[in-house]
């Protein structure tokens, strides 16, 4: 008897060992973003990748690879043209159990906690900055599941400390942070300002794909294949027939249509829940109550009756 239950001992133990040193991603792992900056008015596309495995502080990592593009005008009236790529390591992870760390100023910090519960807390590792910030303390406020290919995934939504150097909130009230993929805001921390009354990240970015050799996650309208150049609007067939405006949006969204008619909307928020769907009909200037919408981010699709599909995003107030 004594055998036997060192036998099921050694096997638990061998199964947690195994649990605490599985990498949260698969390899092959690759992330798409989408982002823009008021400062500047300059917008882009950003792939990170899982290219290697390595050992730091005794620690089994996983190497990310950022590669960085940005798009502009060449010319008035010209149409957006990629004019500067740049390609770098971008950081270091590992998992232990539930928790994701990555590797910030030569020290392993906690990046998510999928165990976490509705009022947890965590430092980011980044404590001040010259912009005015401080701690950056990531709160949780609330968990789910979501279901992503048939598989329950948890799901932590968080927001960040008032002035926090860097965060994972993003534009949004809070940020949903999905166990295999991550945030939807981006996968690492972002630097804010907090020169001004509240704190502003410096880039507005937006999830577009997630894929590896286990699962694929996509926003609608997103083909991981070709991710590239999600929003921008410039690059479809029917994109000058559309103006949608303001942007941010109050409690009204005024959508201009000046030749197509009966295009499909829809309105989806970062994980691709679809809010509002309508026809335009023969309209040409649509308005759409954004009264009972939270704030945040936001993506608006339009389609014609031969297929084509333009996604805009905007940002509600």
């Known amino acids: 008897m004594k055998t036997k239950f060192l036998f099921f001992f050694i096997i638990a133990l061998?199964?947690?060992t195994?649990?605490?040193?599985?990498?949260?991603?698969?390899?092959?792992?690759?992330?798409?973003?989408?982002?823009?900056?008021?400062?500047?008015?300059?917008?882009?596309?950003d792939k990170i990748e899982y290219v290697n495995d390595t050992i730091i502080q005794g620690k089994n990592c996983q190497e990310l690879r950022l590669t960085s593009y940005q798009y502009g005008l060449t010319g008035p009236?010209?149409?957006?043209?990629?004019?500067?790529?740049?390609?770098s390591t971008y950081g270091f992870t590992y998992s232990s159990g539930d928790t994701v760390f990555y590797l910030v100023d030569s020290a392993f910090k906690v990046?998510?906690?999928?165990?976490?519960?509705?009022?947890?807390?965590?430092?980011?590792?980044?404590?001040?900055?010259?912009?005015?910030?401080?701690?950056?303390?990531?709160?949780v406020d609330?968990?789910?599941t979501k279901m992503i290919g048939g598989n329950p995934h948890r799901m932590i939504y968080v927001t960040d400390s008032t002035h926090s150097s860097v965060g994972l909130q993003g534009q949004l009230t809070r940020t949903p942070i999905i166990e295999h993929i991550g945030s939807m805001n981006y996968?690492?921390?972002?630097?804010?300002n907090c020169n001004?009354?509240?704190?502003?990240?410096?880039?507005?970015?937006?999830?577009?794909?997630?894929s590896d050799s286990l699962e694929t996650y996509s926003l609608p309208g997103v083909d991981c294949e070709n991710p590239y150049h999600v929003g921008i609007n410039e690059l479809t067939s029917i994109k000058d027939e559309i103006q949608s405006?303001?942007?941010?949006?109050?409690?009204?969204?005024?959508?201009?249509?000046?030749?197509?008619?009966?295009?499909?909307?829809?309105?989806?928020?970062?994980?691709?829940n679809k809010i509002m769907e309508q026809s335009s009909g023969s309209k040409h200037l649509l308005r759409m109550d954004m009264a009972n919408l939270q704030s945040g981010l936001y993506f608006i699709s339009f389609e014609n009756k031969q297929g084509e599909k333009t996604i805009q995003k905007f940002i509600k107030k």
Do not use: M
Request: charged letters at 15%.
């Open 14 to 16: 061998a199964i947690q």
């Open 18 to 45: 195994k649990a605490q040193t599985t990498p949260w991603i698969a390899h092959g792992a690759t992330w798409y973003y989408t982002w823009w900056s008021g400062a500047g008015g300059i917008t882009g596309n």
């Open 77 to 87: 009236g010209s149409p957006l043209t990629l004019i500067y790529t740049q390609t």
């Open 111 to 139: 990046l998510y906690n999928f165990a976490a519960v509705a009022g947890d807390k965590w430092n980011l590792g980044i404590d001040t900055n010259v912009f005015l910030c401080s701690k950056s303390i990531l709160l």
């Open 142 to 144: 609330s968990t789910s």
């Open 187 to 192: 996968l690492f921390p972002n630097p804010r």
């Open 196 to 210: 001004s009354s509240i704190a502003v990240d410096f880039f507005i970015y937006s999830f577009s794909c997630f």
């Open 245 to 272: 405006y303001p942007n941010p949006a109050d409690d009204e969204l005024y959508i201009r249509i000046s030749r197509e008619d009966n295009l499909e909307i829809k309105i989806t928020d970062v994980l691709g």
